[in-house]
């Protein structure tokens, strides 16, 4: 990873030896062709850098931008796009990553400033990559074959005013490989420590390229791949309970109590006042879904004369995951079942003192209690299915990229034109989900084996499903209570652009440089599921389906004024057009000063936006068994009022949403005060109005108890007991976020001639700020830390290369209380340690052009920081999205170019 002044030096010194070389020889040249030689050397020296659409002469620009170059990216042992992303400092708060049980489970994301993944634009070669088909509002990065990444830039500002919508957090501008000659193939392998099984990994990629005077081929293969990990594997994990074992309600009076006799199955079991039965999740479940990526690409261009050329570029990505969840829980209570209620004369209705529970020819019988089990009832049962087996769920995701273009000069414009069509599409498949109706009739009309003469005779006359031993049902009972769910997702893009750059005029610094451009892009959304999942007829079960299409155009200008040869202006502005819900105009002035060869100042201001996404203006009310922590509710279920339970809660769409805007400054410095050194400091300031947020059971809960008004459409519903009954939550336009933050990069670069090359780079991003409507600064709390730090070395010396990384994570705390008499205006608790981990990597380049490197990541085998809060980690023991719990990761790899 470098910022950029020192690859534009480069480029300008090369150029300055050119232009004398070609002084020297070309005396007797004719005029024309000498004119011909300053064009062509005047189109290799501009450089068009993310965050603007004019080619210019310094990458280190206005705008902050940080290049991953593929040196950096081997060095980094990572392989995937998404690990290596999420390793960087500007991941403040962590993102997103595959996990089982969720309905994006294959999905990878990344969350720049902590600000959401959805306000993180990912590019691919400077077109927006697709949105995946399991989300429709967030980038699947797993999309991305590692082994077509020539290097990524990351703009640390907004670029609204470029890209339009989503770009509020920054920009990832993914550029694959296009100069390339000859053969390289690249295969390795790592293993995980911690973890007793499961974790391991694999990779590879095959990369050809050839290149003639006029026709430019590269082209690839690219894989990766990293199995599952069930949770019980880490030596840490204890027993999950969830309220979803074998309990019941009584709608006579509204107590709940276990099941009689009905703790006995596996990974059931009683609670520690003996008055609810749990069941273990995590001695089944997998957090770490496993994860693979196939990938095909192709990238050509041709040069059709001296004016003209034409380019294309083709991928095939084909991504897969594989998670396991614990069997199906539910419950028939009537806010989600109509007439499933288990009666009173059911032989499974704990308060029917003629009950199975209670039967003499029940091996298993217990004595009938009406203190413990209540009056005689209607039941709601909560339930897990675990006879059933486990919920699996196999996702596979394709995506078709085809883009098009042509780009030459004419009538004094350089123009760039192109169509592109992108099908993306992800099948999933969910095994051991339940069949509701059948499993909870089957429930409420178990017969042990009661003839219609009086008789008892399970083998004649037993039907329908026994509460009390699930595990002892007959094999086809449980098969009639299981249903195999499906769910077909789509996000395709049809996209036409064209843009002219321009000379405009000369001024006191040089040539004002103009450039306007279009786009029209169709984007249409699907996301299907089956008919009994629709209907809301499928137990353990979240997601419901959605879909819909829009249209976006969008027209953009840009000019680049040299004020003065030190002082370089740049005015930026976009409209965008969207047919669901209206139009932005989004626009940015910035500035580059550079009162000295080695000294560099910058700043920018501007305007952003977001718009609301397909998926949550059409989606439909799904269910979802959420984990939070309410001590009322959570005694009544777990017993414990510190505990994690899990609440019936609904997921609603909100057509009503309008996009959030934002507004963003920055200002820097870059200097190089000597050959060896230089930095960058720059700072940044976001301010997000209207935001489009989802808000979480937990949230509604809080606010609830606190007696605040909840935001329009979401719901929180409590029983006369004060204990949550449901929640109804969804996406909002509510409240304002604040953040702001200094970006620190220092680089040395030590030459010891024969002794070799040292090269260190240091990377900061400090968070000054993050608050939510005008509250406090919650900079430190469990998942907000304050820095992230990456500090990389490399030395190179003849054919060896050896690095070391470190990784840094900041503290956080706990518990944070407001106190005025304190300097920040809070008292904190619980501390949570600094997360730091080492990388090292070996490697040795052989004469015959193979490379054999060995590696290890969190080499010293550093585990995730626990003791997070519950409300901060939800049901797993730390925090997943800013942590991982792989413990040692070594890798080998070896690479051969021909």
Known sequence: MYTNNKLAKSIRLALMFGAAATAVTGAAVAQDEQQEE????????????????????????????????????????????????????????????????????????????????????????????????????????????????????????GASAVYGSDAIGGVINVITRRDFSGVEATIGAAEVSVPREGGDRENGSVVFGSASDTTRIIGGVSWNKREIIFENAFPWVQPGASTYGNNFINFGDGRTAAIPGGCNDANFFESADGSRCLYNFNATNANEASTSNESLFVKADHQINDDWSFYSNASVAKTSSFGRYAPAPDINHPVFYDNLLTPTDSYNNPTNPDSWFYDPNNPNAVVYNPDVVGPLAPVAIYHRFAAMGNRDSDVDNENLDFLVGFEGRAFGLDLDFGWRRVRNKTYEIGNGYLAAQTAWSNVNNFNPGYCDDGSFDPDSCRFGYDIQNPSDNPQNVLDAGVVTTSRISSFDINEFYGSAGFDVMEIGGGMIQGFVGLEHREEVYADIYDSQSAAGLVGGSSGSSAGGSRD??????????????????????????????????????????????????????????????????????????????????????????????????????????????????????????????????????????????????????????????????????????????????????????????????????????????????????HMLDYSLDGGRNLVRDPGVPRQRININNSYMFSDFTFAWNINIIGNQYNTVTSDASNPDGVVRAGHIGTWTTHDLQASYDAPWDGRFTVGVQNAFEKLPQFGTSAAARGSRDYNFNLYNAFGRITYVRYTQRF
């Open 552 to 765: 976006v155009t969008a027209a953009y200008f840009e000019f680049l004024l040299p004020v003065t040869y030190d002082l370089e202006l740049s005015l930026a502005g976009r409209f965008d057009d969207y047919s669901d819900y209206g139009s932005d105009f989004s626009p940015k002035v910035s500035f580059r000063y550079q009162p000295m060869d080695n000294l560099l100042i910058r700043g920018s201001y501007g305007l952003g936006f977001r718009a609301p996404t397909l998926d949550i203006l059409t989606q439909q009310r799904s269910f979802s068994a959420d984990s939070v922590n309410d001590p009322i509710t959570c005694q009544a279920f777990t017993g414990g009022t510190s505990d994690v339970c899990q609440i019936n809660a609904f997921v609603i769409a909100n057509p009503e949403l309008e996009s959030e805007d934002s507004t963003q400054y920055s200002f820097g410095v870059a200097y190089q005060p000597t050959d060896w050194l230089n930095f960058t400091v720059d700072y940044y300031n976001i301010n997000i109005e209207n935001r489009i947020r989802a808000i979480s059971s937990q949230q509604l809960i809080n606010l609830a108890r606190a007696g605040e008004a909840l935001p329009p459409g979401t719901e929180v519903n409590f029983d006369a007991q004060n204990r949550i009954v449901s929640v109804t939550r969804g996406f909002v336009n509510e409240g304002d976020l604040d953040t702001s933050g200094i970006d620190i990069n220092l680089r040395t670069n030590f030459d010891f001639g024969s002794a070799g090359r040292l090269v260190n780079n240091l990377y900061m991003s």
């Open 38 to 157: 300053e064009e062509r050397a005047e189109r290799v020296e501009r450089i068009q850098v993310t965050g603007s659409r004019i080619q210019r002469t310094d990458m280190e620009g206005a705008l902050p931008v940080t290049v991953i170059d593929r040196e950096s990216i081997e060095l980094s042992g990572e392989i995937s796009v998404a690990d290596l992303l999420r390793n960087t400092t500007f991941n403040s708060a962590g993102s997103f990553r595959p996990q089982s049980g969720s309905s994006a489970q294959g999905v990878s994301m990344i969350n720049m400033r902590g600000l959401g993944s959805s306000r993180t634009l990912v590019l691919v070669d400077g077109r927006r990559l697709t949105m995946s088909p399991s989300t429709g509002s967030s980038q699947d990065l797993n999309s991305i074959p590692m082994g077509a990444v020539e290097r990524i830039e990351i703009l640390s500002d």
